[in-house]
């Protein structure tokens, strides 16, 4: 399964690449030259069995609004689930390093499924159900020269009512 997540983020990488204009992956960096900035993305998934992970016949959501906000909780970008090619795939690129968190809503007769759980490699809700937030992610320079890609996933499963 971590093979096909690294397969998967360079896919995602690709995508923010030829869509976006991404500066942010290591692919696109010169030859000694050192990345400044960073990119969150993840998946947005239906949990259908509703045990926080996404299993193979549970596929991406498209057109869900996703808001990365900085440590003040202001909006610095809104971006929308892919709806074609990686169906729930959404992508901030150009990210300068500080603290951010990030927020998806929720399309109306959804809720968020159980987070925290999955082993690592699996593309597994990270959202607080209560607050529709992830945990802070501390988007530093070393992690912005170590990693390619920052995830965060949110599982979403029918709401009750």
Request: proline content about 6%; charged content about 15%.
């Amino acid at each position: 399964m971590s093979r096909l997540r690294g397969i998967s983020v360079l896919i995602i990488i690709m995508i923010s690449a030829a869509i976006f204009g991404s500066t942010a992956s290591a692919a696109e960096a010169g030859a000694g030259e050192e990345k400044t900035v960073g990119t969150i993305g993840g998946t947005v998934f239906l949990d259908a069995d509703a045990n926080g992970v996404q299993g193979p016949e549970e596929w991406g959501m498209s057109g869900v609004t996703v808001h990365l906000r900085n440590a003040g909780g202001e909006r610095v970008s809104t971006a929308e689930t892919f709806s074609h090619a990686c169906t729930g795939l959404y992508i901030f690129s150009g990210v300068p390093p500080g603290n951010y968190t990030v927020e998806v809503v929720p399309p109306e007769g959804y809720a968020f499924t159980v987070p925290g759980r999955g082993a690592p490699g699996e593309t597994a809700s990270t959202v607080d159900p209560a607050s529709g937030t992830t945990t802070v992610i501390n988007l530093t320079p070393a992690l912005i020269r170590e990693t390619d890609l920052v995830v965060r996933d949110a599982g979403l499963v029918p709401a009750e009512g």
